[in-house]
């Protein structure tokens, strides 16, 4: 019975951590990509900013200056996600460690309380026992 009402309590715990840490995966990822896409917008910007000096034949500001401000648009843009999403990747993460942290001082605390009170309720059962026994005899 220690075992398994240890094995139940564990199993609970874990349910419980897996599904509060569902979206911090998404979250993550997020945090991660975000920054990468919008550095590829950004060498895709220079490069067709390239293109045009190749094409036109002028590299002069007024032809360049466009291009290089918009292909800095996807950095800002993918640091506008990531940074806050990072923010909230790292708060969850704090608030997931302290959850499952007094999940695991509740599980304990069950396992003493319910193991008590089954000793206690064993001594009892075979103390009966032995006096219908001893009553039998």
């Known amino acids: 019975p220690e075992r ?8 609970a715990l874990d349910n419980e ?6 979206g911090l995966t998404f979250l993550s990822t997020t945090t991660t990509i975000s920054p ?8 895709w910007g220079v490069m067709y900013t390239f293109l045009s000096i190749g094409q036109t034949g002028s590299a ?6 466009p291009g290089i401000a918009e292909a800095l648009i996807t950095t800002i843009a993918g640091l506008l ?33 319910f193991m008590h009170n089954w000793y ?5 059962i075979e103390s009966r026992l032995g006096y219908q026994r001893d009553a039998a005899r």
Do not use: W
């Open 36 to 43: 990468f896409l919008g550095l590829m917008g950004t060498v």
């Open 60 to 65: 002069e500001l007024v032809v360049v200056a």
């Open 81 to 113: 996600v990531a940074i806050p999403a990072l923010m909230c990747n790292n708060h969850l993460a704090t608030r997931l460690a302290k959850i499952e942290d007094h999940l695991s001082r509740l599980q304990t605390e069950l396992d003493i309380y």
């Open 17 to 22: 951590v897996s599904h509060l840490s569902g």
């Open 120 to 124: 206690r309720e064993k001594a009892k």
């Open 4 to 11: 398994d009402l240890h094995l139940r309590l564990q199993t």
